[in-house]
């Protein structure tokens, strides 16, 4: 897939355009995107996609942004996965914040992009004060000699599918279902960094993933499978939070994985971690021997997980 940092001066050849922030590529995402391959390959056009970094809210209120679901190079993999051809990631900054709905229409869609067939949701908004519209783009349509459809909402089980949702899931616990809203497990991806070894001290090593997520959007110990880069899949336990046992208050989360069977060092490689089932919250132990009599029960709960999974 083709990553694009920004929009040229005049299109080369003309594409097909879905526009979205893709937070967590769920499966209301997925099924844009699939009409986007179609669409674009009953055309003859390249499946393009355009997104922004860092999403709209975070620019304008960087306080109240909801926390990210995916961090930017798993959304552009998860769109790669997903059949796109080539992805505009545009810069949100004051200067395209001031970028007038038609100006974007006729600047960036048309003479920049040459969109043909342009797709975004039923809510879509654009422009400065955020004046642009599904509607606007349909009136300018026939004007411009390209077409236009909406994707309106897709639910799961009565409910609506979106970030939102699976964010609230997550912060809820429950990681069956933002999984299946997701279309997969929800995962984090990241390389393994040494820590302060207190894993190893313990009896327990771990490895601990790096995280691009300043505020992931859940806490507490899972069980878990760690993916390596050749495709392996190993089975764990993880602890994500900010460990109140060892660490002083407004400590910075950390994902550790204690990855059972394995005596492998795997420092510096790119790993992903798939949340497969919540145990408890976080809790501060009165000392270190209560907090590892605490973790030999987390893998004995994780392993049994994994021996009921496989049965």
Request: proline share 4%; charged share 25%.
């Amino acid at each position: 897939m083709q990553i694009l940092r920004s929009v040229p001066d005049a299109a080369s050849s003309p594409v097909a355009l879905t526009i979205g922030n893709f937070d967590g590529v769920h499966l209301g995402h997925q099924a844009m995107l699939a009409k986007l391959r179609a669409a674009a390959s009953a055309r003859g056009l390249p499946a393009c996609v355009m997104t922004f970094e860092p999403h709209p809210r975070e620019f304008f209120a960087p306080d109240q942004a909801p926390v990210r679901l995916t961090t930017l190079r798993e959304k552009l993999e998860m769109l790669r996965q997903h059949g796109v051809e080539r992805t505009y990631v545009l810069r949100f900054n004051f200067a395209l914040a001031q970028v007038t709905a038609q100006d974007f229409i006729e600047r960036i869609l048309l003479r920049g992009l040459g969109v043909r067939w342009l797709q975004v949701g039923d809510d879509f908004r654009f422009g400065a004060r955020r004046a642009g519209d599904l509607a606007m783009l349909r009136a300018q349509a026939a004007l411009h000699g390209y077409e236009v459809e909406g994707m309106a909402t897709v639910e799961h089980n009565g409910g609506r599918v979106s970030s939102t949702a699976v964010r609230d899931t997550l912060a809820a616990g429950d990681v069956t279902r933002a999984g299946r809203l997701l279309g997969r497990p929800y995962s984090i991806s990241g390389r393994v960094v040494r820590g302060d070894q207190l894993g190893r001290e313990l009896g327990f090593p771990t490895a601990n993933v790096q995280m691009k997520h300043n505020r992931p959007p859940l806490t507490g110990i899972f069980a878990v499978e760690l993916m390596r880069g050749d495709g392996k899949r190993l089975q764990g336990v993880a602890s994500l939070g900010v460990r109140p046992t060892v660490k002083a208050r407004g400590a910075a989360p950390v994902l550790e994985v204690y990855i059972f069977d394995f005596k492998e060092e795997i420092y510096g490689e790119l790993v992903r971690v798939d949340f497969l089932h919540k145990f408890r919250d976080e809790a501060k132990y009165v000392d270190l021997e209560t907090l590892k009599q605490q973790i030999a029960r987390d893998v004995a709960d994780t392993r049994a997980f994994f021996s009921r999974r496989a049965a």
